[in-house]
């Protein structure tokens, strides 16, 4: 008998959608097809075939896209306002994978340049790397199916997507726009399924690039288990910090800051977190953000008027409320909410001064939670933002080029924002941790090239 997934709302409870579990003949039968696709090279979609299918994938999503916007928050629990957000970069994403089709380029190298090399001429092509094997996250859960399952199709590699078992709803819509717009089915395969044969999944020796977005233990527990030869691309998590010198526009910051920290309730990968402020604003600084957080509206995402929604399963929300009590028990103030709302939902807290030891400052919170830390010696902040083992995106705030420049050489990031806050990203620029953040580089292109591999072809003639 079929096992049936039920698809609930983080915010309520209430049944979304039920959908069939996917087995391990599934996904054997996926792997098989996926696997006799990538064999055959007659089989692969011209690119003028794939830019035409991604054109008009484009087209529908953003028919759709109010839809899809709502789908997504009431099963990822992302504000409605956000969500129509995260659909529009979806569009563009898909745009900018057709468009960057004919930026896979090889190049010349080099040749009559020694005796030996005479009468050579050599260059290099691009081509599809094989079957690519995604597993994605909740948080975004549009945007990141289009971050792993467009740049292979872009590419010419067939895909097999595995979206999080509490999203699936918005991976599917995806998958059926992509076989509206003419994708034939099995070059994009979604499963649904259990953990465990998920790991069989990934780790097949026919997967040849294995894309995770999700929790670093995870993720690299995966990649050791990764056959011989299988490419990876890990996004996890950090916690990022922020650098707040003396002649910083805190009026200019302050907002954005806000925004950094409690968008999706903190559920996302570079959510703002750990915040170094000059000790000569500090009191200001903190007055001005207890203020803004305690204006948010939270509540159900599919409402108009919400600002901060549910974490994605209670036992998150307990545990961000562990952490913060931990934190005040060894010393930090809390100086808005650290409270529950209702089962689902957690205050947008602002803490003063954890405790370096302490989980909120050592760990990812993946919660509403901003963490404050006063310093007076700019340098020794920055050596305390790089005590944690992650390099994902940071930030600093000053009106002095000299400071930012020097800040973004010392700290621990793969991105420093210069004057705004540590979860910008546009979906065309590269995007990946560093150290425990992750592994490999993510945007589109960037993608679609770690899923190409490239080919050198020596020519040999006496005419060249």
């Known amino acids: 008998m079929t096992k049936r997934l039920k698809v609930n709302s983080p915010y309520d409870g209430h049944l979304i959608s039920e959908i069939d579990l996917d087995d391990a003949d599934r996904i054997e039968s996926a792997l098989k097809t996926a696997h006799q696709l990538a064999q055959n090279q007659d089989k692969i979609l011209p690119a003028h075939r794939r830019i035409e299918i991604l054109g008009k994938t484009a087209e529908l999503v953003q028919a759709k896209a109010e839809e899809f916007a709502r789908q997504s928050a009431e099963e990822g629990g992302k504000p409605l306002i956000d969500s129509r957000i995260e659909l529009g970069r979806a ?10 089709i004919g930026k896979l380029t090889g190049h010349e190298i080099p040749m009559n340049l020694t005796a030996s090399s005479m009468n050579r001429m050599a260059l290099t092509t691009r081509e599809p790397i094989g079957v690519v094997a995604a597993i994605s996250a909740f948080n975004h859960p549009f945007n990141l199916i289009v971050h792993q399952v467009i740049p292979a199709i872009a590419v010419g590699c067939p895909v097999i997507v595995k979206p999080a078992r509490t999203t699936p709803l918005s991976c599917l819509n995806l998958v059926k726009c992509l076989y509206e717009a003419g994708l034939p089915e099995e070059w994009c395969q979604a499963i649904v399924c259990e953990s465990s044969l998920a790991e069989k999944l990934v780790t097949d020796p026919r997967v ?6 999700g929790s670093g233990e995870v993720g ?4 050791s288990k990764l056959a011989p030869g299988t490419r990876c691309a890990l996004e996890h998590g950090g916690a990022a910090p922020v650098i707040i010198d003396h002649d910083a526009d805190m009026e200019d910051a302050l907002p954005l800051l806000a925004k950094g920290g409690f968008y999706h309730a903190g559920q996302v990968c ?25 204006k948010l509206i939270v509540g159900d995402p599919t ?12 036992k998150e929300v307990d545990r961000v409320d562990q952490w913060v009590k931990q934190a005040k028990e060894a010393g930090a103030k809390i100086l808005t909410g650290g409270k529950k709302i209702g089962a689902t939902c957690y205050a947008p807290t602002v803490l003063l001064n ?24 700019r340098l020794k902040a920055i050596e305390r933002a790089n005590l944690t083992p992650f390099s ?34 546009v979906d065309w620029m590269p995007f990946g941790g560093r150290k425990d953040s992750g592994l490999g580089v ?3 292109l960037p993608t679609m090239m770690e899923m190409t591999e490239e080919k050198l072809l020596v020519f040999r003639s006496k005419l060249i």
């Open 91 to 100: 569009v563009q994403g898909i745009r900018e994978a057709a468009q960057s």
């Open 354 to 377: 954890p405790p370096d030891e302490t989980k909120v400052s050592t760990h990812e919170i993946f919660g509403p939670v901003i963490n404050i830390y006063p310093f007076k010696d």
């Open 392 to 425: 994902f995106q940071a930030a600093v705030f000053t009106r002095n080029i000299d400071t930012a420049l020097d800040t973004a050489k010392r700290i621990n990031a793969a991105a420093v924002m210069i004057n705004d806050h540590t979860a910008f990203r």
């Open 270 to 294: 570079v959510s703002v977190q750990k915040v170094f402020v000059h000790e000569s604003l500090v009191e200001d600084f903190s007055e001005k953000l207890v203020k803004l957080a305690e």
């Open 208 to 213: 040849a690039f294995f894309s995770f977005i």
């Open 303 to 314: 409402d108009e008027k919400t600002e901060v929604g549910p974490l994605i399963q209670e």
């Open 442 to 444: 993510g945007g589109i």
């Open 220 to 223: 690299w527990m995966l990649r």
